[in-house]
C-alpha cells in the first residue's frame, strides 16, 4: 500500500537524522544510553502526521525529497510529545517497550548512583523529549525547501506546538472524580490530539505547498472531523484495545482513571443504578483484573460504546464530505480517505 511505502521512506529520514544527532550532540551528556533509547524509540511509528503533511504538501506541489524529509521532522515533534506523556502518565511502556523514563531509572539505579532513580529517569526522559522538540524545528528548517515555503508553514506550526501543550495542561486538570461534561472532553481531544493528528499537519503541508484559502478550508474542516473520530476512536482502544492496539496495558485508561468521551458518556447514558456503581469504580482505592472487567461492562451496558461508534461514522461523513469541497486531485482525494480509515478503523 503506499502508505507503507511512505512510512518506510519517513522512518528511514528519521533514522538517518536522529543517529547523526545522537552522534555529534548526545555523546558528551553523560549518559551513554541516551542515544540508544531515542533510536529505538522513533523506529516504528505509525507516521500518520508526517504522512498528512506529505499529502498536504501534494494537494499543490509535486512529489519532493525536500518535502518528505520536512514531514518527517514531525515524528521527532511526536516524540517530544509521547516522551513527555509517559513522565505525566506514569505510563509503564510504549510500543512494547519499556518507557523512557523506565529505562533511564533502570540504568541509573544499575549504576549504582546516587540519588533517586525514579527522579532521574523522568528527568532524563524529559530532557530528551526537550531535545526532540529542538531537532523537530531543525530538522523542518534544514530540509531542503526554499524558504518561501517554510515562512508558509510556521504560523500553523506555531499553532500546532501551542495547541498541544495547552490540550496537555487541559487534561491534566480534568478530573475523573469531578466529571466534566462530554463537549469539555471532547474539546481537550479536538486540542490535544485531533488538530494535531490530522487537522494541522495536513494544513501545515497544504500552505507550505502554496494551496489557496478555499482549498485549505475545505482540508482544515476534513482534519478537524477526522482528528476528533481519530480520539475517539484512542479512548475506545484506551479501554478495549490491546497492548499491541495502544502500546499500553489493557484497560490503560481506566487504570489511570481518564475522563476520556467513553467513560463520561458511559456516565451521562447510564441509569441510576449503573452510575452508583460506575462512580464507585472512579473513585474507589483498587482495581484489580475483576473490577476492570465489571467497569468494562458496565461501559457496554449503557451504550456508550456504540454511541461513540456513531459519532465516529458522523465524523468520517463530514470529513468525506469536507473533501468534495476541497476541489483537489482526485488520487489525494482517495488517499485522504483512505488514512481516515486507518484513523477511525485502526487493529492491531
Given at each position: 500500500?503506499?502508505?507503507?511505502?511512505?512510512?518506510?521512506?519517513?522512518?528511514?529520514?528519521l533514522?538517518?537524522f536522529?543517529?547523526?544527532?545522537?552522534?555529534?550532540?548526545?555523546?558528551?551528556?553523560?549518559?551513554?544510553?541516551?542515544g540508544?533509547?531515542?533510536?529505538?524509540?522513533?523506529?516504528?511509528?505509525k507516521?500518520?502526521?508526517s504522512?498528512?503533511?506529505?499529502?498536504?504538501?501534494?494537494?499543490?506541489?509535486?512529489?519532493?525529497?525536500?518535502?518528505?524529509?520536512?514531514?518527517?521532522?514531525?515524528?521527532?515533534?511526536?516524540?517530544?510529545?509521547?516522551?513527555?506523556d509517559?513522565?505525566?502518565?506514569?505510563?509503564?511502556?510504549?510500543?512494547?517497550?519499556?518507557?523512557?523514563?523506565?529505562?533511564?531509572?533502570?540504568?541509573?539505579?544499575?549504576?549504582?548512583?546516587?540519588?533517586?532513580?525514579?527522579r532521574?529517569?523522568?528527568?532524563?526522559?524529559?530532557?530528551?523529549?526537550?531535545?526532540?522538540?529542538?531537532?523537530?524545528?531543525?530538522m523542518?528548517?534544514?530540509?531542503?525547501?526554499?524558504?518561501?515555503?517554510?515562512?508558509?508553514?510556521?504560523?500553523?506550526?506555531?499553532?500546532?506546538?501551542?495547541?498541544?501543550?495547552?490540550?496537555?495542561?487541559a487534561?491534566?486538570?480534568?478530573?475523573?472524580?469531578?466529571?466534566?461534561?462530554?463537549e469539555?472532553v471532547?474539546?481537550?481531544?479536538?486540542r490535544?490530539?485531533?488538530?494535531?493528528?490530522?487537522?494541522?499537519?495536513?494544513?501545515?503541508?497544504a500552505?507550505?505547498?502554496?494551496?489557496?484559502?478555499?482549498?485549505?478550508?475545505?482540508?482544515?474542516?476534513?482534519g478537524?472531523?477526522?482528528?476528533?473520530?481519530?480520539?475517539?476512536?484512542?479512548?475506545?482502544?484506551?479501554?478495549f484495545?490491546?497492548?499491541?492496539?495502544?502500546?499500553?496495558?489493557?484497560?490503560?485508561?481506566l487504570?489511570?482513571?481518564?475522563?476520556?468521551?467513553?467513560?463520561?458518556?458511559?456516565?451521562?447514558?447510564?441509569?441510576?443504578?449503573?452510575?452508583?456503581?460506575?462512580?464507585?469504580?472512579?473513585?474507589?482505592?483498587?482495581?484489580?483484573?475483576?473490577?476492570?472487567?465489571?467497569?468494562?461492562t458496565?461501559?457496554?451496558?449503557?451504550?456508550?460504546?456504540?454511541?461513540?461508534?456513531?459519532?465516529?461514522r458522523?465524523?468520517?461523513?463530514?470529513?468525506?464530505?469536507?473533501?468534495?469541497?476541497?476541489?483537489?486531485?482526485?488520487?489525494?482525494?482517495?488517499?485522504l480517505?483512505?488514512?481516515?480509515?486507518?484513523?477511525?478503523?485502526?487493529?492491531?
Amino acid at each position: 500500500m503506499w502508505h507503507a511505502e511512505l512510512r518506510e521512506s519517513v522512518l528511514a529520514r528519521l533514522a538517518t537524522f536522529v543517529a547523526g544527532r545522537c552522534a555529534a550532540e548526545l555523546g558528551p551528556c553523560g549518559v551513554d544510553v541516551a542515544g540508544d533509547i531515542l533510536v529505538k524509540f522513533v523506529d516504528g511509528g505509525k507516521c500518520l502526521r508526517s504522512t498528512f503533511m506529505y499529502l498536504g504538501w501534494l494537494c499543490a506541489a509535486p512529489a519532493s525529497d525536500a518535502a518528505l524529509s520536512a514531514t518527517a521532522s514531525l515524528e521527532l515533534l511526536h516524540a517530544f510529545a509521547l516522551l513527555h506523556d509517559d513522565v505525566m502518565d506514569e505510563s509503564a511502556s510504549r510500543r512494547g517497550r519499556p518507557a523512557a523514563h523506565i529505562q533511564f531509572e533502570r540504568w541509573h539505579r544499575q549504576r549504582g548512583l546516587s540519588g533517586s532513580s525514579r527522579r532521574f529517569g523522568e528527568s532524563a526522559a524529559i530532557l530528551l523529549g526537550d531535545l526532540c522538540l529542538i531537532w523537530a524545528e531543525q530538522m523542518l528548517r534544514d530540509c531542503g525547501l526554499p524558504r518561501h515555503h517554510l515562512a508558509r508553514a510556521w504560523p500553523r506550526y506555531d499553532a500546532m506546538r501551542t495547541e498541544l501543550a495547552v490540550g496537555q495542561f487541559a487534561d491534566l486538570a480534568i478530573d475523573v472524580r469531578h466529571l466534566p461534561s462530554l463537549e469539555a472532553v471532547l474539546e481537550v481531544a479536538r486540542r490535544k490530539s485531533g488538530n494535531y493528528t490530522v487537522r494541522r499537519p495536513l494544513e501545515i503541508g497544504a500552505a507550505m505547498a502554496g494551496c489557496d484559502e478555499q482549498v485549505l478550508a475545505a482540508l482544515g474542516e476534513y482534519g478537524c472531523a477526522v482528528g476528533e473520530a481519530f480520539q475517539l476512536r484512542d479512548d475506545i482502544l484506551g479501554i478495549f484495545g490491546s497492548p499491541a492496539q495502544t502500546g499500553k496495558p489493557n484497560s490503560g485508561d481506566l487504570i489511570e482513571r481518564k475522563a476520556t468521551s467513553v467513560v463520561v458518556a458511559a456516565h451521562e447514558l447510564a441509569d441510576a443504578p449503573t452510575r452508583r456503581q460506575l462512580r464507585q469504580l472512579m473513585t474507589g482505592d483498587r482495581l484489580d483484573d475483576a473490577a476492570l472487567e465489571h467497569w468494562r461492562t458496565l461501559i457496554v451496558a449503557t451504550g456508550a460504546v456504540q454511541w461513540i461508534e456513531e459519532l465516529i461514522r458522523s465524523r468520517v461523513e463530514e470529513a468525506r464530505k469536507a473533501l468534495d469541497r476541497s476541489m483537489v486531485d482526485h488520487s489525494l482525494t482517495a488517499a485522504l480517505i483512505d488514512m481516515a480509515g486507518l484513523c477511525t478503523q485502526r487493529a492491531a
